[in-house]
């Protein structure tokens, strides 16, 4: 299956020949791929508050970018040329996007985004650009025409509300028709012009900066220390400027500061609690009536349970991350909840897992697997 999703290479030549390095065409990734939702079920993504979405219109200099949630009747005001819309997260809200996406678990769980669609009438395109991911763009219905460049030069041009390269300088072009998929590493510049009402799904993923990283340790940090003691200066010596901070003041303060310490245990749990994080703007949905604890098991035990596609349930050995929080698992979970974390799903539910599963449930976070799921 992922052999045909990578044009014939195994994942492991993939990673090793292409990811992260280069750009490649494959075409025909998907057989029989022709998208998967329309534009107007996409439109009406668009019009919910919960969903992020984008407009963007022009081409040349000229781009105006518009943040969703939108009415249906600014969709009819649109010309029948130069415009793109952008959904992100297809995959919280669409079970076959969910899907999609699982396809790619040749990558690392913790490095994938989301799946993205955009839809773009003739000549529509978010313009030539670069992006710091890696992204597969997989064609849905119509064509899209693909320039690429390794150009250096990223400068981008100023006064206009999306980035756009200010020099373009294509060094390849395909014509992409339902089914064929382009890979690109980050920074390579692309510029996608839709040849035909066409639509477009980009399986992105998540490359923190280490600027992001940081910020987010010394966060966990703060809320891990707690360092005894306070300043204390029974030596103190009359100063000559009572307004100096003196040295041995100063070298003091350094010497309670350099008691913040960290281990690699700190590292995988800040790590673990980091990477499965959602983003901000997720927010779970527990079940309006929840199934009592009885009928659960009954039913997880029939049909196994689904990680809900917003979760993220991420491992080291056996501490267990899901959704920023953690915990320890007993030895006759690990087994078990590794699997979940892998597949996403679980056909059999141990017993020993039934009340976690059930607490998850009531949280928003895990379902009753649905046989379209398994
Ligand atoms: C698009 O689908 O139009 C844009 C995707 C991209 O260029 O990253
Ligand atoms: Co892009």
Known sequence: MTQI???GLSPARFLRDYWHKRPLLIRNAVPGFNGLLSPAAMQELATRGEIESRLIQGSGNGWQFDHGPFKKADFKRLPKTDWTLLVQ??????????????????IPHARLDDLMVSYAVPGGSVGPHFDSYDVFLLQGQG????????????????????KILRNFQPEEEWLLGPGDMLYLPP????????????????????????????????MHVQDSVALEGRYADPNLRLQAHPGEISRAMLAQIERMI?????????????????????????????????????VFKKHASKSGVALHPKSRLLFIGGRFFINGEAFDSAADETAALRQLADQLRLATVPVALRERFYDWYEAGWLEIASHDSI
């Not at 064509?143 to 999306?162: A, F, G, K, M, N």
């Not at 673990?272 to 604890?293: M, Q």
């Open 5 to 7: 999703l990578l044009g």
């Open 89 to 106: 997260s297809l995959n919280h809200v669409l079970p076959a996007a969910d899907a999609l996406l699982a396809r790619f678990n040749f």
């Open 143 to 162: 064509h899209r025409r693909w320039q690429i460049s390794e150009q250096t030069d990223l400068s981008i041009l100023d006064d206009v509300p999306i």
């Open 187 to 218: 920074h390579v510049a692309h510029y996608g012009i839709a040849e035909d009402a066409c639509m477009t799904y980009s399986i992105g993923f998540r490359a923190p900066t280490t600027d992001e990283l940081v910020q987010g340790f010394l």
């Open 258 to 294: 350099a008691r913040i310490q960290w281990d690699k245990r700190d590292i995988a749990e800040f790590a673990g609690r980091y990477l499965s994080e959602p983003k901000p703007n997720v927010f779970f949905d527990p079940p309006v009536t929840p199934l009592s604890f009885a």
